[in-house]
């Protein structure tokens, strides 16, 4: 009776051993068919495991450094230089039998033009100097000159607005060389003119100055004295007029009013244009002795020395001659500029 009973509890025991494993395996075989949503699984994500290996953060640490740094040696000039020197040379041979005809002549032209500015606001200075001479010889002819040049202009100004100045200037003009008047036939011998100051003429000005940009200047000399010098007192023997000095005396003094206006600019890459002109009007004389000059040169450039240059002058004095006078010439040659 007893090993009956106990043979139940082991037969017992048994079948719910074998039913347990069938329900996990059950299980199991469901969890591995049910769709899981990956959304959810992002949402809780489990944060991986910390490194066993301690690692030590080191602190950053900010702090100011103090670099040394040397003042650079600059200095700061007011002033500007030009120079430019010229030499033309013109040249031409003939045959004593060329058909055609001609001359043999030579011709030289030399130049050189200095300008020194200093601009420290309100107050301004500037120079120009114009140096010009130049001969030619034909054959059967002496030696003449072509042109004959001594330019030098001083000004001095502070500013009064944005384009107005306050400008005081002194101006020297005269001319190197003898002069002489030529007989087209070569009937009579040359007349002599003029010379080293005969004439020259020495200019002071005071008045305002009107510069909008930096290549046009305008100045208007409400308070201008000219000075016109005739050292050689033989002139007048050749020339009545002797530019406006009474016979007998060197010197002739004028108030009057002057405006000077300069325009210059390179009006393409390689061609600048100059021009001046200078009005001046003699207070208590007829406005016909007004004197009006106009000087213009036009340089293209060749090459880096090779350059064309085209100079004209128009110019009205009535202490001079009665009708316009006038000069151009055309020229090849070198010009060397600095800076």
């Known amino acids: ?15 719910l051993a074998i039913n347990a494993g069938a329900q996990t395996t059950t299980d199991t075989v469901r969890k591995d068919t049910i769709k899981i949503d990956t959304n959810l699984l992002n949402r809780y994500r489990i944060a991986p495991k910390r490194n066993i290996i301690p ?22 000039s007011y002033w500007r230089k030009y120079i430019t020197i010229g030499l033309n040379f013109n040249q031409a041979a003939f045959s004593n039998n060329y058909a055609a005809g001609g001359v043999t002549s030579i011709a030289l032209l030399s130049t050189f033009g200095y300008r020194v500015e200093y601009n420290k606001a309100p107050f301004s200075y500037s120079t120009d100097v114009n140096l010009q001479y130049g001969k030619s010889k034909n054959k059967g002819q002496s030696a003449r000159k072509t042109n004959d040049r001594l330019f030098i202009d001083n000004k001095v100004a502070t500013q009064l607005s944005k384009h ?29 003119i003029s010379n080293f100051m005969s004439p020259g003429y020495l200019t002071e000005s005071l ?4 510069k909008p940009n930096a290549f046009f200047d305008l100045r208007l000399g409400t308070g201008t004295a000219r000075q016109t010098f005739v050292l050689d007192t033989t002139i007048y023997r050749n020339l009545p007029t002797n530019y406006g000095v009474t016979p007998g005396k060197t010197i002739r003094n004028d108030i009057a009013f ?10 393409s890459k390689n061609m600048h244009l100059k021009t001046r ?8 004389q007829p406005l016909s002795y007004t004197r009006h000059r106009l000087d213009a040169l036009l340089a293209a ?12 002058t128009v110019l009205f004095d009535k202490n001079t001659s009665r009708e316009v006078q006038g000069t151009e010439g055309l020229s090849l040659g070198v010009l060397y500029k600095f800076p």
């Open 301 to 312: 450039k060749v090459s880096k020395l090779i350059n064309v240059s085209m100079n004209a």
């Open 277 to 284: 002109y200078d009005m001046f009007v003699p207070y208590g």
């Open 1 to 15: 009776m007893l090993k009956t009973g106990v043979g139940l509890l082991f037969l017992l025991c048994f079948g």
């Open 258 to 267: 002057q405006m000077v206006a300069i325009y210059e600019k390179d009006i």
């Open 207 to 210: 008045g305002f100055e009107y």
């Open 164 to 192: 107005w100045f306050f400008f005081g200037s002194l101006s020297f003009e005269s001319q190197f060389d003898t002069g002489y008047q030529y007989d087209a036939n070569n009937a009579t011998p040359p007349l002599l």
């Open 55 to 76: 690692v030590r953060a080191t602190p950053v640490k900010i702090q100011e450094e103090l670099v040394p740094v040397t003042m650079l040696d600059y200095k700061v």
